[in-house]
C-alpha cells in the first residue's frame, strides 16, 4: 500500500493464547477526547509524538457506521459536504455496520493524506478529528501533512516503541517461527 519499512526487532515473545477482550481492553474509543488519547498512549510508554504518528495509520482501513453516526450528524466540527455525502453510507439510524473509509481521499494507499483530511474537518472518527481541533496536537498533525517522509520515518519509530511494549520475558510465551500461528 506504499507505506514505510522498518526493522522489526527480531526474538520477542509471543503469548501461547489469544484473548479478544485483553487485545481490546487498552484500545482508545472512537469517541476518545485529545487529553483521554493521549493519557492511554501514555500509560503504554508512547507520548504524543507517537499518537500522532501512530494514529496515520488511519489512512487505510475503514470503520463502522456504528463508530461515526454520532460524529457526522450531531458534531460541528466536521467539513459539511463531508458529513452530507457519509449517510448514504451511513444513515441516521439503522445501518450500525456499514463500512467507510478512514480517509474518503486515499483509502487504499498509506500515506500522509489522513493528516489533510483532519485538517479540512474529515476525520471520520471523533477521535481522530480531536488530533487537529485547536489543540496541542495540531502543529504536529499539520508538520505530517506538509512532510511525507517526516510522517512516515516517525510512523516507523513508534511502531518499533510500540512492539516493545510489555514484552513477556523468561519462559512466558513462545519466539515464533511464524507470527501468525503458535507454533
Known sequence: LGGPYWQVPLGRRDSTTASLDSANKDIPSPTSS???????FRAKGLNQQDLIA????HTIGQAR???FRNRIFNETNVDSDFATD????CPASGGDNNLSPLDPTTPYVFDNKYYANL???????HSDQELFNGGSADAQVRSY???PISFARDFANSMVKMGSISPL???AGQVRVNCRKVN
Do not use: H, Q
Request: charged share 15%; net charge negative; aromatic share 0%.
Open 54 to 57: 501512530l494514529s496515520g495509520a
Open 86 to 89: 457519509l449517510p448514504d453510507s
Open 119 to 125: 485538517v479540512e474537518k474529515k476525520g471520520l472518527l
Open 34 to 40: 485529545l487529553s483521554g488519547l493521549i493519557s492511554a
Open 169 to 171: 520475558t523468561g519462559t
Open 65 to 67: 457506521c456504528l463508530l
Open 145 to 147: 501533512m506538509s512532510d
